[in-house]
């Protein structure tokens, strides 16, 4: 890749966020942002995917689809410990699973 003053500030920049995060505090405030997060944005999308009947199977495929690409990615290329950006995405993945198990349940009762 070639040495843009462009490229040289991205890679300082995310240099310097991995330093960050290298606190323990820090990563796992990360990670529970992360799983807030994604427990919101699957509450969010079931809630209006409900509302409009129309929705619900695109929008289950589409989840579906992207917990699947999410488990590929981190479990079968062996993803690092150390590799903030995976464990992050994969921990709001975990999120975004258990707001539908849990709003499940809220339906079944």
Same mark, same amino acid.
């Given at each position: 890749?070639?040495?843009?003053?462009?490229?040289?500030?991205?890679?300082?920049?995310?240099?310097?966020?991995?330093?960050?995060?290298? %606190?323990?505090?820090?990563?796992?405030?990360?990670?529970?942002?992360? *799983?807030?997060? /994604?427990?919101?944005? /699957?509450?969010?999308?079931?809630?209006?995917?409900?509302? %409009?009947?129309?929705?619900?199977?695109?929008?289950?495929?589409?989840?579906?689809? *992207?917990?699947?690409?999410?488990?590929?990615?981190?479990?079968?290329?062996?993803?690092?410990? /150390?590799?903030?950006?995976?464990?992050?995405?994969?921990?709001?993945?975990?999120?975004?699973?258990?707001?539908? *198990?849990?709003?499940?349940?809220?339906? /079944?009762?």
């Amino acid at each position: 890749m070639q040495r843009t003053r462009l490229n040289t500030i991205v890679e300082v920049r995310g240099q310097q966020l991995s330093q960050f995060f290298r %606190n323990p505090w820090r990563r796992i405030s990360l990670s529970l942002l992360s *799983f807030l997060f /994604g427990f919101f944005v /699957g509450t969010a999308v079931a809630t209006t995917a409900g509302q %409009n009947s129309q929705w619900d199977v695109v929008c289950a495929a589409f989840i579906l689809l *992207f917990c699947e690409l999410v488990n590929r990615w981190f479990y079968r290329r062996g993803v690092k410990m /150390g590799d903030l950006q995976a464990e992050v995405l994969n921990i709001f993945k975990m999120g975004v699973s258990y707001s539908l *198990f849990l709003e499940a349940f809220k339906l /079944g009762s």
